[in-house]
């Protein structure tokens, strides 16, 4: 199918399901399916932000199709049902993404650094050393219990289950949907965790999981076939998953060319650590599949199964995007993310028409920094600097200076040279940043649109990519079969009792 009609049928299907979901959010219980969709780091400004540069794209391709950018709508957006999620932590007012997503999954409100463990797990020891070694843990016996997830409860009702996303798959969101650990940073632990027939398998996954996918090889793969490997024994992690009967795939083109339907079970890993930003992975075409890709191949294993499934899906680089005051690659990841949502919308349609046995939630784990500044005229680009809704001029600070729409109330402010990075696997990037110093930079002969640019900070905390989690409440949005019970404020903790009820777990 051409391109273009294909995302036209696409939208055509996710906007056929949306329009049954409202009438009947059916009772709890009867989702059979769920879909849980994490947008990592994605506050509420980053979904605006996001909207609006969708609309921007849609005027650019389409004159007149919208009154102003303001007015587009994404497909989270859609869903009938919304609430807003406290996402402290057990002992954090801000908190790190492994007890956030744990509170999801599990129920429990976790020490910050700690995976779907009981609460007085500590990340730490009391000399303030972390429990790793390496990338492997160091986590000593007695040190909380493992908490049951919503994918485990899922797996003991004979149901399918998966988890993908576009960091690593032993990363905190992932990983706290299928291991117990209590330092999230034990990448090799939590790989062998997920591996049948290791020594340190969690059984409570039965047979094992049946869909795994994005980055992560070096935590599979020995160095003797991996010279970029972080693990310190000779395990082949990944042929021990293919004995098992996975199929395996390490590219987008083999990916794309595997026949899912009949793929008992699949792993699939296509980086060595995280999958690249979206932006990047279109502009360098680099054989990595999309987040839509993987979460249409996921379907595909996992809906074959009669008694229903269990999916995450996470748009995890969102995040790393937003610790680099990089407002571009955020918001391109944060609409590659809706595509997800609204290729799993589709494609449920066509499965279980007016979503009526399965639900979708969409939500975040916690906030970012990042701010709308000023009073900008209705269509200013959103990456923009601002232009002053009365005058149409641009609006200056009061050093005189213009300023842009969006920036961070802190972060590392690198300077613009070749070596700033935003990550540690982002160096390469030739960086487009505010000058350090005492005085702002004249942003007026900047493109502050420029894929690289670096949004301005208030608080300047050094450290390329050390701009900090937000700890405000976050959105969620439901739709389908139970979904009329997410309504309010609540914490998120109750978020797992409230997919549990839906899904009769």
Same mark, same amino acid.
Do not use: C
């Given at each position: 199918m051409h391109p273009i009609l294909q995302k036209t049928s696409l939208a055509l299907a996710a906007a056929g399901a949306l329009a049954l979901l409202a009438p009947a959010a059916h009772a709890a219980g009867e989702a059979k399916n769920v879909i849980f969709f994490l947008g990592d780091g994605m506050g509420p400004v980053t979904? %605006?932000?996001?909207?609006?540069? &969708? #609309?921007?794209?849609?005027?650019?391709?389409?004159?007149?199709?919208?009154a102003s950018s303001e007015r587009a709508t994404l497909t989270m957006q859609s869903l009938p049902y919304a609430s807003r999620i406290k996402t402290f932590s057990r002992d954090g007012q801000t908190t790190d993404s492994a007890p956030s997503m744990a509170a999801y999954m599990t129920g429990v409100k976790m020490n910050n650094e700690v995976i779907s463990m009981s609460a007085e797990t500590m990340a730490y020891a009391a000399n303030g050393q972390q429990y790793i070694n390496g990338e492997d843990t160091t986590c000593p016996a007695g040190n909380g219990q493992p908490a049951q997830t919503l994918l485990e409860l899922s797996k003991a009702k004979g149901r399918a289950v998966g988890a993908i996303s576009t960091t690593r798959v032993g990363h905190a969101t992932p990983a706290a949907t299928y291991a117990h650990i209590c330092n999230r940073n034990g990448y090799n632990s939590i790989a062998e965790q997920s591996v049948p027939g290791h020594a340190n398998y969690n059984a409570r996954l039965g047979d094992g999981i049946d869909v795994l996918m994005g980055g992560g090889q070096r935590n599979y793969?020995?160095?003797?076939?991996?010279?970029?490997?972080?693990?310190?024994? *000779?395990? +082949?992690?990944?042929?021990?998953?293919?004995?098992? #009967?996975?199929?395996?795939v390490a590219k987008g083109s083999e990916l794309a060319a595997l026949d899912a339907t009949k793929a008992p079970k699949l792993l699939g890993l296509f980086t060595q650590s995280e999958m690249a930003y979206e932006l990047d992975r279109v502009k360098q075409r680099l054989d990595e599949p999309s987040l839509s890709d993987m979460t249409g191949k996921a379907l595909d294993v996992l809906s074959r199964n009669d008694k229903g499934f269990f999916l995450m899906v996470e748009g995890g680089r969102i995040d790393h995007a937003l610790h680099g005051t990089n407002a571009k690659r955020a918001l391109e990841d944060t609409l590659a993310f809706d595509r997800a949502i609204e290729t799993a919308m589709a494609y449920m349609e066509k499965k279980d028409p007016g979503l009526k046995n399965t639900l979708i939630v969409v939500t975040a784990d916690h906030d970012h920094n990042m701010v709308f500044n000023g009073y900008s005229r209705i269509g200013n680009p959103i990456l923009g600097k601002v232009q002053d809704y009365q005058s149409g001029q641009m609006?200056?600070?009061?050093?005189?200076?213009?300023?842009? *729409?969006?920036?961070?109330?802190?972060?590392?402010?690198?300077?613009? %040279?070749?070596?700033?990075?935003?990550?540690?696997? !982002?160096? +390469? &990037?030739?960086?487009?940043?505010?000058?350090?110093?005492?005085?702002?930079?004249?942003?007026? #002969?900047?493109? *502050?649109? !420029? !894929?690289?640019?670096?949004?301005?900070?208030?608080?300047?905390?050094?450290?390329?990519?050390?701009?900090?989690?937000? #700890?405000? !409440?976050?959105m969620l949005f439901a739709g389908g079969a139970g979904a009329r019970i997410f309504k309010g404020t609540m914490d998120n903790t109750k978020v797992f009792s409230k997919v549990r009820e839906a899904a009769g777990l």
């Open positions: 979904v %605006t932000a996001a909207r609006i540069y &969708k #609309g921007e794209k849609q005027l650019a391709e389409k004159a007149g199709s919208l793969l020995p160095k003797s076939v991996n010279p970029s490997s972080k693990r310190t024994d *000779t395990a +082949n992690l990944v042929d021990m998953m293919k004995a098992k #009967g996975y199929a395996y609006a200056k600070a009061q050093d005189g200076k213009p300023y842009t *729409t969006l920036a961070f109330g802190n972060g590392g402010r690198p300077n613009a %040279t070749a070596s700033s990075q935003v990550n540690a696997e !982002d160096g +390469n &990037k030739p960086w487009i940043a505010p000058t350090r110093g005492a005085e702002r930079q004249d942003l007026s #002969g900047v493109d *502050t649109t !420029d !894929d690289n640019y670096l949004q301005e900070v208030g608080l300047n905390l050094g450290t390329p990519g050390s701009e900090t989690h937000g #700890g405000g !409440d976050v």
